[in-house]
């Protein structure tokens, strides 16, 4: 904890407090097809964007399987729970996507945080600091914990000045 505080010393919020949920992806891997509904899978979510270039698609009903939790929409974040750990992305407009294994699901209230802001928050030392307590959790390698993602400590700073920041971050990305 004193790696943290001396990354951030203002007032934190726990993740969950800013969310509508956070949802764990299924533990099993879809059925892929060579088209149909995508699946976002953890090489997709890399460097704070999600790369369509190798998309995975399965059948309409796998689809609705996955999403029966929580459907990703537009402005939803995806966290890696693993292989790598802590990666983060926002769901762009028009991605019609459910998630594959090793992935949770970030559904931002967007009347308590500004999803660049959250985006950038998670992407910094100070987050992925928290999130690298989890290496050497798993047997075969790290994961992240949902209880340990749903803890994570995020800077509480007003809204307008959160869409501020996110802003400015955004362009200078």
Same mark, same amino acid.
């Not at 899978?41 to 998309?55: A, E, P, Y």
């Not at 769901?91 to 009347?111: A, F, H, N, W, Y």
């Given at each position: 904890m004193k790696i943290i505080k001396l990354a951030y010393s203002g007032k934190c919020v726990p993740l969950h407090s800013l969310c509508i949920s956070i949802t764990d992806c299924h533990h099993s891997s879809p059925t892929y097809i060579s088209s149909g509904k995508m699946v976002v %899978?953890?090489?997709? +979510?890399?460097?704070?964007?999600?790369?369509?270039?190798?998309?995975f698609f399965t059948d309409e009903e796998t689809f609705n399987q996955r999403v029966s939790r929580a459907r990703p929409e537009a402005g939803d974040l995806i966290i890696t729970r693993e292989a790598p750990m802590g990666e983060v992305c926002v769901?762009?407009?028009?991605?019609?996507?459910?998630?594959?294994? %090793?992935?949770?699901? +970030?559904?931002?209230?967007?009347?308590k945080v500004d999803i660049q802001f959250l985006l950038y928050s998670l992407l910094s030392e100070f987050s992925q600091t928290q999130i690298g307590k989890n290496k050497n959790t798993g047997s075969i390698v790290s994961n992240l914990r949902i209880p340990l993602l749903k803890d994570l400590l995020i800077p509480d700073i007003e809204i307008d000045a959160q869409r501020a920041i996110g802003n400015v971050l955004s362009v200078i990305d």
């Open positions: %899978r953890t090489f997709n +979510v890399q460097d704070g964007i999600m790369s369509l270039d190798k998309v769901i762009p407009k028009g991605v019609d996507c459910c998630l594959g294994q %090793r992935l949770v699901l +970030v559904k931002p209230d967007l009347e």
